[in-house]
């Protein structure tokens, strides 16, 4: 079973869905990593041709991607170019006979169904695809050139979202602290980033908050904001919307605060606190920092 990875880096760094996805190809078979260069920036379409074509000299049996904005992007038109089945957004996949067998969210996360299809196939992986040890040795890229000058298409220009401090980004973070509207206000926020500062977290929001213009829109965990899988997932004073579980649901271990206890996503945490989120959170975080001080 010969299986592509297309990856993607940031800052030179490989991205952590793209070290999952690698992970998952090498159980599954004879995994190659591929990574795409290019004169300048080049457009996904261009991405897809530059596949599709070392796909045809040497056609692999299965190609994962990320599905971040721009592996989604890519991946259905490198399937489309291809001809080949396309399964978008798969939380696992495995490989039954001729057959690709995937596991995928629905319905707001309601539904886990699984589908299939014929191989071959391109499928976007979501993170938590596979586990990957720390301190594992990136795998080693394959370069694949893009040629951009027949696509019809100019790049004008790459106007780059940065993220707030110098946190991890969302998407990568292996603990995430999240906040919603039982913050009362951006006022309030300090909380959030206090605690966040102790655990070495990423920091989250839900939608009501980003909405209300709170927190960056790149913080926003849910089905219209960013899909999370940390080993630890802190939600401060969330109700737990449909929307909102749809991004986090798969997180490892989900600790929930929240004075109300009849809020839905207390009733998913492995830890639900019942309790005033300005009271408990202060007093937690400090009592995180004296196990820090003592370690």
């Known amino acids: 079973m010969k299986i592509w990875v297309v990856a993607e880096t940031k800052d030179g760094e490989l991205r952590r869905i793209s070290r999952e996805a690698a992970a998952k190809a090498a159980r ?16 996904s379409n261009a991405g897809a041709t530059a596949l599709a074509a070392r796909a ?5 049996d299965l190609i994962l991607i990320g599905a971040t904005p721009a592996g989604r992007d890519l991946g259905a038109r490198l399937a489309v170019k291809l001809g080949w089945t396309y399964l978008s957004e798969c939380a696992d996949v495995r490989i039954e006979g001729g057959t690709v067998v995937a596991v995928r969210s629905m319905y707001a996360g309601k539904v886990r169904a699984t589908v299939s ?9 979501r993170a938590g695809i596979a586990t990957v040890a720390d301190g594992a040795a990136p795998p080693a890229l394959v370069p694949v050139q893009v040629d951009a000058k027949d696509e019809g298409l100019e790049f004008v220009r790459f ?12 998407g990568e973070a292996r603990v995430v602290v999240s906040a919603g509207r039982g913050m009362k206000g951006p006022e309030n926020w300090k909380i959030v980033e206090d605690l966040a500062d102790v655990l070495g977290a990423a920091i989250g929001a839900s939608r009501a908050v980003t909405d209300a213009g ?3 829109n790149e913080e926003q965990v849910g089905q219209t904001g960013k899909t999370v899988t940390p080993e630890l997932y802190v939600a401060l004073g969330i109700s737990g919307a449909i929307q909102h579980l749809a991004g986090m649901s798969s997180s490892k271990v989900i600790v929930a605060v929240n004075k109300d206890p009849d809020a839905d996503l207390l009733k998913i945490a492995d830890y639900a606190v019942v309790a005033d989120l300005f009271e408990f959170v202060p007093a937690f975080t400090e009592e995180l920092r004296k196990v820090v001080r003592s370690a």
Do not use: F, M, N
Request: charged share 25%; aromatic share 2%; no cysteine.
């Open 117 to 125: 299809g014929s191989l071959p196939a391109v499928a976007t992986v």
């Open 56 to 60: 045809k000299e040497g056609p692999p």
């Open 159 to 170: 106007e780059e979202t940065k993220s707030s401090g110098t946190r991890v980004p969302l």
């Open 214 to 216: 709170w927190r960056p």
């Open 28 to 43: 599954l078979g004879d995994a190659e990593i591929l990574e795409l260069h290019a004169d300048g920036r080049a457009s």
